[in-house]
């Protein structure tokens, strides 16, 4: 199983963004994949997760702004990031089955 994260980039604050995982070499319905974020000298910190029957949790500071979502068709969950704020700066991760993506960067000017 690998993990592709793309859709990172700058926007200002207001702006909006939408992040995609894409799942491979996993032939199942994809439930327990979580997003993650990391400011560098920071811990990484939880931000959103779809579990089974696609219950949806969010961080407190998310709350309201982003939206985890996943097509039936599709091997590829996503966060759609509204309204950002510079403290939204981070890489973003995505995690499932106890793998890590790359990471994608996102940057949210002020």
């Known amino acids: 199983v690998q993990l592709q994260a793309s859709g990172g980039g700058s926007v200002q604050a207001g702006g909006s963004l939408r992040l995609s995982c894409e799942v491979r070499g996993f032939h199942s319905s994809i439930n327990g994949l979580d997003w993650y974020r990391q400011v560098p000298g920071n811990q990484r910190e939880f931000v959103a997760a779809?579990?089974?029957?696609?219950?949806?949790t969010y961080a407190d500071s998310v709350k309201g702004r982003f939206t985890i979502s996943r097509a039936n068709s599709e091997n590829t969950v996503y966060l759609q990031m509204n309204n950002l704020r510079p403290e939204d700066t981070a890489v973003y991760y995505c995690?499932?089955?106890?793998?890590w993506g790359q990471g994608t960067q996102v940057t949210v000017s002020s």
């Open positions: 779809m579990s089974g029957g696609r219950r949806m």
């Open positions: 995690t499932f089955l106890g793998m």
